[in-house]
C-alpha cells in the first residue's frame, strides 16, 4: 500500500464507489451531495465594522476539513490568498500526521489574505457561516470527526474578536441553525502553513470522490448565495504574489 503523506491524508477521506470509474463515480455523488446541501440563509451582519484603512488584511478561520475552506475562499472576489494550516496548539505538534490524533490542540484551518476595500471581515464570516461549514456540529464536520475538524474562528486583534463575538450572539439570537452555535472564538494563536501536498487540494482534484461530496457544492453554495462575491478563477496558493 502507497505510503505517501498524500495517500494516507487522501485515504482518511476516501468514499470507495466500487465498480465506477473516477469521472462517473464524481459525477453520482456530486447529485447526491446537492440533494444534501448543508448551507443556510445567514443574515449580514448587524452590527459596525471599521471602514478599511489598509489594501491586505488577514482572517484565520477553521471549519472541518481545510480543503474545502480553501476552495471556498479561494473563489471569493477580494481574497489574494488562502492557505491551510493549522492553528490552536504549538509549533511543534503543526504536522499533519500529529494534528491527526485530535491531541494537539489544533484545528485544520485556513489563512484569508484579502482586501477589506472589497470584502470585509464581517462578510468573510457570513460567508463561514452560511456556506463554509454547518457551525452547530461540535468537534466534527460531516464525516469528520474529532477536535481539529472544530468550527473556530482566531481574530487576529481584538476588532476581529468583537466582531466574531458578536456576529455569533447575532446568529443565535435569530435562530438561523435548529441548534446553537458551537463555534469558539480563540485570540492569540498563531497560524501555522500546512504540508504542501494539501495546498490547492479541491483545485488539483476536483473529482476525487471526498471532494465532490463534500466541498464542490459549497462551491456551487457561494456562487447561488453571494453571487456578488463569486469569482470563477480561483486565487491558488502556487500563484500567489511573492
Not at 446537492?34 to 448587524?46: D, G, T
Not at 484551518?109 to 457570513?126: E, F, K, N, S
Not at 474529532?146 to 474562528?153: H, L, N, P
Not at 482566531?154 to 447575532?170: K, N, T, V
Request: charged share 15%; glycine share 8%; proline share 7%.
Amino acid at each position: 500500500m502507497p505510503s505517501s503523506p498524500l495517500f494516507q491524508s487522501a485515504t482518511r477521506r476516501t468514499i470507495v464507489v466500487a465498480g465506477l470509474g473516477a469521472v462517473t463515480a464524481a459525477a453520482l455523488w456530486r447529485r447526491v451531495a446537492q440533494a444534501h446541501s448543508e448551507a443556510h440563509v445567514v443574515p449580514a451582519f448587524a452590527g459596525t465594522e471599521p471602514a478599511a484603512t489598509a489594501s491586505t488584511a488577514v482572517a484565520v478561520l477553521a471549519g472541518g476539513c481545510f480543503w474545502g475552506v480553501q476552495g471556498v475562499y479561494q473563489h471569493v472576489k477580494g481574497v489574494s490568498n488562502a492557505v491551510s494550516g493549522y492553528a490552536g496548539g504549538e509549533a511543534r505538534t503543526a504536522v499533519y500526521e500529529l494534528v491527526g490524533s485530535g491531541r494537539t490542540g489544533h484545528a485544520e484551518a485556513v489563512q484569508v489574505t484579502y482586501d477589506p476595500r472589497r470584502v470585509g471581515y464581517a462578510r468573510l464570516l457570513q460567508i463561514f457561516f452560511s456556506v463554509v461549514h454547518d457551525p452547530t456540529q461540535l468537534n466534527r464536520q460531516g464525516p469528520d470527526v474529532g477536535t481539529q475538524y472544530r468550527s473556530a474562528i482566531f481574530p487576529l486583534d481584538d476588532e476581529q474578536g468583537r466582531i466574531a463575538r458578536a456576529y455569533i450572539a447575532q446568529i443565535g439570537q435569530a435562530r438561523v441553525f435548529g441548534a446553537p452555535l458551537v463555534t469558539t472564538v480563540e485570540p492569540n494563536r498563531t497560524f501555522y502553513p500546512a504540508e504542501g501536498y494539501h495546498q490547492d487540494f479541491l483545485a488539483r482534484n476536483p473529482t476525487y470522490p471526498y471532494i465532490v461530496v463534500n466541498d464542490l457544492p459549497k462551491i456551487d453554495d457561494l456562487k447561488r448565495l453571494h453571487a456578488d462575491l463569486y469569482r470563477a478563477e480561483p486565487a491558488l496558493v502556487a500563484k500567489a504574489p511573492t
